[in-house]
C-alpha cells in the first residue's frame, strides 16, 4: 500500500441497501475526510476525522457516517441508501488538521438505483 | 455564505499561456490552494497562497490577493497533459476547505 487506498472502485447500489466504503492511508496522517464530487458541484465534506477516535460532520453529513478507530482507517457508511446519494466519493488525508495540503484516493463510484 | 467562483471551462493552445482566475468569499481565510484533477482521477496539489502574491513552482504560478479575494493559476508553455480541470479552494476560519467547481481547461494542438 502506498498512500490511500479506496474500496471499491465502483459499486451499483439497490435504494435501501447498507454499504461501507473502506479507505486506508499508509502515511500516518493524523487528519482524514470524505468528499463527495458531483458533476458541476465543488467538492463536498461529509464527514472528517483530526486524529484517531474524532470524528466531525462537514458540509453534507446527512445520511452518512463514519468512525475512526485507528490511525489508518476511516470508512464511510450509508445506513440505507438513496438514489442522492449517487456520487464520486474521494477520502482524502493529510498531515495536520490546519493545513490544505490533500492526499486524495482514487476515488469511489457508487450508483444508487 | 461561503463562495468560490471560476470558469466553467477554458480553451487554450498547445506551448501557450493560460491563465485561470478564482474569486472568493469565505468566512475566514486561511490560505489558497490550487488542485489538478485529470479526468476519472483524484485531485492532486498543485500549490499553496498564504500572502499576497506571486508563487512560482516550474512552469506553474499562482497569485492571490486577499484584498481582493482573488486569485489565479498561471500556466505556461502549455502541453496536451495539461488538459484537465482545475480546482481552487480555500481554507475557512474552521481549517476545512471550501471548493470551487473547477475550471475544465482544454488544450488543442
Known amino acids: 500500500i502506498a498512500g490511500i487506498t479506496q474500496a471499491p472502485t465502483s459499486q451499483i447500489l439497490a435504494a435501501g441497501r447498507r454499504m461501507t466504503l473502506r479507505c486506508t492511508q499508509d502515511?500516518?496522517?493524523?487528519?482524514m475526510y470524505w468528499y463527495r464530487q458531483d458533476l458541476g458541484l465543488g467538492l463536498r465534506l461529509i464527514h472528517y476525522?483530526?486524529?484517531?477516535?474524532?470524528?466531525g460532520k462537514g458540509e453534507v453529513p446527512d445520511g452518512y457516517s463514519v468512525s475512526r478507530a485507528n490511525t489508518d482507517d476511516f470508512p464511510l457508511t450509508l445506513a440505507s441508501a438513496v438514489p442522492s446519494q449517487t456520487s464520486v466519493y474521494f477520502c482524502?488525508?493529510?498531515?495536520?488538521?490546519?493545513?490544505?495540503?490533500?492526499?486524495f484516493g482514487e476515488g469511489s463510484r457508487l450508483t444508487v438505483l | 455564505g461561503q463562495n468560490i467562483d471560476q470558469p466553467t471551462e477554458m480553451t487554450a493552445t498547445e506551448g501557450a499561456i493560460v491563465q485561470i482566475n478564482c474569486t472568493y468569499q469565505?468566512?475566514?481565510?486561511?490560505?489558497l490552494f490550487w488542485y489538478q484533477q485529470h479526468a476519472g482521477e483524484a485531485p492532486t496539489f498543485l500549490s499553496y497562497?498564504?500572502l499576497d502574491g506571486l508563487e512560482e513552482k516550474g512552469r506553474f504560478s499562482s497569485f492571490l490577493s486577499r484584498s481582493k479575494g482573488y486569485s489565479y493559476l498561471l500556466l505556461k508553455e502549455l502541453q496536451m497533459k495539461d488538459s484537465a480541470s482545475y480546482l481552487c479552494?480555500?481554507?475557512?476560519?474552521?481549517?476545512?476547505?471550501?471548493w470551487g467547481a473547477g475550471t475544465k481547461l482544454i488544450i488543442k494542438p
Open positions: 502515511m500516518r496522517h493524523n487528519a
Open positions: 479552494a480555500v481554507g475557512d476560519s474552521n481549517y476545512q476547505l471550501i
Open positions: 469565505t468566512s475566514g481565510f486561511n490560505g
Open positions: 476525522s483530526n486524529t484517531a477516535g474524532t470524528t
Open positions: 482524502a488525508s493529510s498531515g495536520a488538521a490546519d493545513t490544505g495540503e490533500l492526499f
Open positions: 497562497n498564504v
